[in-house]
Every structure is written in C-alpha cells, then in structure tokens.
C-alpha cells in the first residue's frame, strides 16, 4: 500500500470526564480509560499530528511523517485546557481542538445543551500545550439544513471570534456531528478555511477530501484494544470500517432531505 492510500485514524474525542451530563455521556470517556488511549497511541508507534499537517499534505503533497495519527476534540469542554491538554502533553501528542464559540462565550448562545465548558479566553492556553485551535461554529447548528446567509454566518462569525483572541489565522474546521454537504463545503473554503474535518466513522488517507476529512468518534465503549486496532488500520471489536474517501451513501442524502425539510418547519436545530 502507498504513502497516499495508506489510513491515517484521525480520533474525535468529547469531554474527558468521569461524571458527563447524560446527552453527551455515550460520547465520553473517562480520564482512566483516555490515559490508557493515549498510551496505546504511543505504545503503537504512530506519530501524532494536527490536523494542519494532514491538510498541506491533502493539498500539495507535503510529506507526512511514517504512520502519522490525528487526534481531535470537538466542542471545547471544561476539561480540555487542564487535565486532557495535560495529558497530552505529558506524553507529547499533538492535537487540533475545535471550538464552539457561542457555548464558550460568556453572554452568547449556543444549541449545545447545559454542560461545563472551557471560556474562549483559554483558548491561547492551548497553544501551550501544543494543541492547535480550529473552528466549531457559533451555534453548532446542522450547516447542510442552513439558509447561505445562516451558513456564512456560522462559518465565519466563529473563525473571527477565536482569531480575535488567539491573534492568528484559525484555518481548519470542524462541521458539528459531521454534517456537511457540496454547498457547505464550497461555503467554508470560501469562508477561508484550508480544511474541514467531518465524521464519516471511517479511516483517513493520504487520497482523502480536504473539506470532509474522516475521523472515527470515540465511544465510551471503546477500549485501549479499540484504539489499538485503530493504529493498525483496522475496525474497533465488533465493527466494520472504510478509508476515506468515498461517496455519500443513499441513506446519508435520505437523511439529509429529511433534516432539512424538518429545519424548514422548526428552524436550525442542534446538531448531535
């Protein structure tokens, strides 16, 4: 197998806690079981990077190091910028973080039901932990149900409120529960984004999309052994696995249509 089709695990964590709010438990894991994660990525021989270095090779082919990994977390909960960038650090692993803004922004809103969450002024924290910080939106909004001026907003309100307190360019995002579609991603490369991770539940390569770059959530079921066959290119106990990239499924535009006529009559709903 190439350099290019090679799979890359590119891993989405939540909260690292070991007492979640319910709505988001299924999609957390404890500090324990994350340490034991974290240890297994090393112990695999993988090298860790952000998720910029996976884009300039999606882009023009700059090289990746030998078997690299990605590690991502989403939302931007209370745990990220102590214990979970901590644990990173301890052992040397890089990562990318994508941030909602309207639910770290003290006097903003977001649809991410009440759980406790970092603030937007700890954000150039995580550079010191060498943890890069990417755009999760304002509202967490499913972008591919969105009005364009709703959609441009989303995009571009969150990049400029993270670049306002951070003092660089935020290049990369992060479509909330992964939804996306050809106009969202035609709208965040022209909102300036270099790249946009998805979900996908599927392994990265080398040949994969810059504006729906799969990852594979973590699950509170998933064990060190999961995250061990993850390394190896293969699915967790008990489940199937793809490399990216491939097309969208029946199903995935069934659902899309269905969100979307649903939107027209609710309005923009959470997207989880």
């Known amino acids: ?17 070991d007492h979640p709010p319910a709505w988001i438990a299924e999609f957390t894991v404890t500090p324990r079981d994350f340490a034991a994660h974290l240890d297994a990525v090393v112990a695999a021989g993988r090298t860790p990077v952000p998720v910029s270095a996976l884009a300039r090779h999606l882009a023009d082919g700059r090289p990746l190091p030998p078997r690299p990994v990605v590690l ?32 770290i922004t003290p006097g903003r809103v977001s649809l991410l039901p009440p759980a406790p969450m970092m603030r937007i002024a700890q954000a150039p924290r995580l550079a010191s932990y060498g943890i890069e910080v990417g755009a999760h ?15 441009n907003r989303e995009l571009r309100d969150s990049k400029a409120a993270l670049e306002d307190v951070l003092g660089h360019e935020v290049a990369h995002l992060a479509y909330p529960h992964g939804y ?27 040949r994969d999309e810059s504006y729906r770059i799969a990852r594979l959530i973590v699950r509170r ?10 390394m190896d290119g293969r699915a967790a106990e008990g489940e199937a696995v793809r490399v990216a990239p491939f097309g969208d499924s029946l199903p995935t535009l069934g659902w899309r249509l269905y969100r979307r006529t649903r939107a027209r ?4 709903e959470f997207a989880g």
Do not use: C, K
């Open 221 to 230: 079921r998933h064990t060190a052994r999961d995250v061990e066959r993850w």
């Open 180 to 206: 996306n579609s050809p106009a969202v991603r035609r709208a965040s490369a022209a909102a300036g984004y270099a790249s946009a991770v998805a979900v996908r539940h599927a392994l990265s390569s080398g």
């Open 1 to 17: 197998m190439s350099a290019r089709q090679a799979a890359i695990p590119v891993l989405l964590y939540h909260a690292v806690t």
């Open 72 to 103: 991502t977390f989403d939302d931007g909960f209370a745990d990220l910028p102590g214990p979970t960038a901590e644990a990173l650090a301890a052992r040397h692993l890089p990562a990318t973080a994508y941030l909602t803004t309207g639910a």
């Open 137 to 151: 939106t304002v509202t967490h909004a499913q972008l591919d149900t969105l009005p364009a001026r709703d959609l």
């Open 265 to 268: 009559l609710r309005g923009p």
